[in-house]
Every structure is written in C-alpha cells, then in structure tokens.
C-alpha cells in the first residue's frame, strides 16, 4: 500500500492510501469498474484509493489505472524532486477518469528547482462514479504539502505495489 499523510497524529492526521488490489494482464477488450472502462491490452491494475482521517477511512473508491499511467506518473515525480522536469506543475488524470494527481513545485529563493516545497493534490471526480448525477469534475479530495522525502516515498511505495501485484497477477 502506497501512502503519504500530514504528519500528524491523532485524529488530525490526514492521509492518501492507494492499494493495489489485482493486475489484469494484458488481453483483449475492455475491463470495467462500474460505468469506468479501460483498455485491457495496456495491463491495468484494480486499485482502491481512500481518504483517511485520523485514521479511519472517510472516503475510498475503487478504480482501475493503466500500468503504464503508475510507472509514468512516479517517473515524472521523481523528475520533478530532481530538477529533471522544467514544469512546476504535474497533473495527471493518470488515464483513470475517477483519480486526479496534481503536484505542485514552488522553487525557493535561489530559483533551484531542487530547493524547493511541494503540494499534493489527489481527488476522487464523483461524477465519473454516479454517471446519471450528470456532475464531473467534483468530489472529495485531500491536498497534502509533503517534503521531496515524503514525496518521492510515496511514488516508490506506488511503483513498488505495482510491480508486486503484477508479479502476483
């Protein structure tokens, strides 16, 4: 299980999880989670992403994500910690219409991208769940202000989960 928090204990704490529940090899047509449909030829993983607060879980979905959308988007976030990506903004869909990613890189003083703070956004589009709603673009979300540890942490622990469930699948 991939996680990043705030920090904090107690019931103040405030935390992402995302687990990888099954890989779907490779194969022919579509896989689908509820009305959401992904092309099985790219692998895909079934995930579920909650909200925690304080630990207990105030919001959680399950979704499905490309394999080749988890091992781009933990690239790209390691090339933005690194100074490697000149963009200080990554949003990503991650091909999964229900999970928005966007991190934000806010240089310091020097202008080094290395030396900067980062903000984490990861939001659940409710109207992608309840298609007949007719909303899109709003649900829960968390917004996190992670140090580059605590960053790159949580795209390895996400990449890592990845590649163990395709290793089980």
């Not at 995302?18 to 030829?41: C, F, K, Q, R, Y």
């Not at 309840?130 to 899109?136: I, N």
């Amino acid at each position: 299980m991939a996680e990043i928090n705030n920090g904090l204990h107690g019931p103040a704490r405030l935390a992402v999880r995302i687990e990888i529940w099954e890989h779907v090899p490779p194969g022919d047509g579509m896989v689908s989670v509820g009305p959401t449909a992904l092309n099985a030829a790219l692998g895909v993983f079934r995930v579920h992403v909650s909200f925690q607060l304080g630990g207990e879980e105030v919001c959680g979905h399950e979704l499905l994500l490309h394999e080749s959308a988890i091992r781009g988007w933990t690239s790209r976030v390691k090339a933005l910690v690194t100074g490697e990506r000149d963009r200080d903004v990554l949003h990503e869909p991650v091909e999964s219409p229900e999970l928005i990613l966007t991190v934000w890189r806010h240089r310091g003083a020097s202008g080094d991208p290395t030396d900067a703070r980062y903000e984490l956004l990861v939001a659940l589009d409710t109207g992608v769940f309840e298609p007949e709603s007719g909303l899109s673009g709003e649900g829960p979300g968390v917004f996190l202000s992670p140090d580059p540890a605590e960053l790159l942490q949580f795209a390895d622990e996400l990449l890592a989960e990845a590649e163990r469930a395709q290793y089980r699948g």
